[in-house]
């Protein structure tokens, strides 16, 4: 029930930024810094004013420990972050979901014929050297986080 109700929000947030190529030019446009997911492609993208400017692989959760679609914004950045819950180091971290603690942050991402058979535990995953500028280029309260989709299509 609780991912339907995810969906459902989801799908309205998204329809409101996607509904059509000029919306989405407005998405970012309206906001300085960007950091773009694409999920079913597993693909991350900066933005500054509008314009992309690094695009780089990235892992998501999956149908388990999802990574919720919605416009986020960064909420704390700590370089040397450690996760009690899992006990593993998550640096370069970008706090999105401050709630369920997620984040983009420094982690593996495998080949992409690969990507489909791991998944995080709804964190988003991003290897250096991109992890390191993202950290570096991204600003707390205003820097907007897109999580775009669902990794699977059901």
């Not at 080949?111 to 991003?126: D, I, K, L, M, S």
Request: hydrophobic share 40%; net charge neutral; with cysteine.
């Amino acid at each position: 029930m609780a991912r339907i109700i995810s969906i459902f929000l989801a799908a309205l947030l998204l329809a409101h930024f996607w509904a059509g190529p000029a919306a989405v030019a407005d998405v970012f446009k309206k906001y300085e810094k960007v950091i773009y997911i694409d999920q079913l492609k597993q693909v991350g993208a900066a933005y500054e004013n509008g314009k992309k400017i690094m695009e780089f692989p990235v892992l998501t959760g999956d149908d388990e420990k999802t990574t919720n679609p919605g416009v986020y914004i960064i909420g704390m950045k700590v370089q040397d972050y450690f996760s009690r819950k899992y006990q593993v180091p998550m640096p370069y971290s970008l706090f999105f979901d401050m709630r369920a603690r997620k984040a983009v942050h420094e982690g593996e991402v495998p080949p992409p014929e690969q990507r489909r058979e791991v998944a995080t535990h709804g964190c988003v995953h991003v290897e250096q050297p991109h992890m390191e500028w993202l950290f570096e280029w991204a600003e707390v309260g205003k820097t907007r986080v897109v999580i775009y989709g669902w990794r699977s299509e059901e």
